[in-house]
């Protein structure tokens, strides 16, 4: 089973910037459509943004515009450009496939915190 390692998050203020990254073990990651997820305390994961294999993006209303999903296949990489980060954009970031599996296994994160 592929799995992910998420790292870049940290503390930002608002209106502040951060580039999520996401590392896939597998060397097929090139074929799979991905998305970046995010839990708030008390919340369910929520997708955020999605790539399939080809490119083409997708994000949730709630970021379009502040944030970029890209992905490099031959680095089995995928990252998250962050913009404009809200305190509402606080929540712990996971990549996963999308659609997820059922169940879907999950990595650790990487916290974001938006805070002044």
């Known amino acids: 089973q592929v799995q992910f390692v998420e790292s870049g998050g940290g503390l930002v203020q608002p209106g502040g910037s951060l580039r999520l990254s996401c590392v896939a073990s597998a060397s097929t990651f090139g074929i799979y459509a991905m998305g970046w997820y995010r839990q708030a305390p008390g919340k369910q994961h929520e997708l955020v943004a999605s790539?399939?294999?080809?490119?083409?993006?997708n994000y949730a209303d709630s970021v379009k515009g502040r944030f970029t999903i890209s992905r490099d296949n031959a680095k089995n990489t995928m990252y998250l450009q962050m913009r404009g980060l809200k305190p509402e954009d606080t929540a712990v970031y996971y990549c996963?496939?999308?659609?997820?599996?059922?169940?879907?296994?999950w990595g650790r994160g990487t916290q974001v915190t938006v805070s002044s």
């Open positions: 996963n496939l999308w659609p997820l599996l059922s169940p879907p296994t």
């Open positions: 790539i399939i294999s080809g490119g083409s993006t």
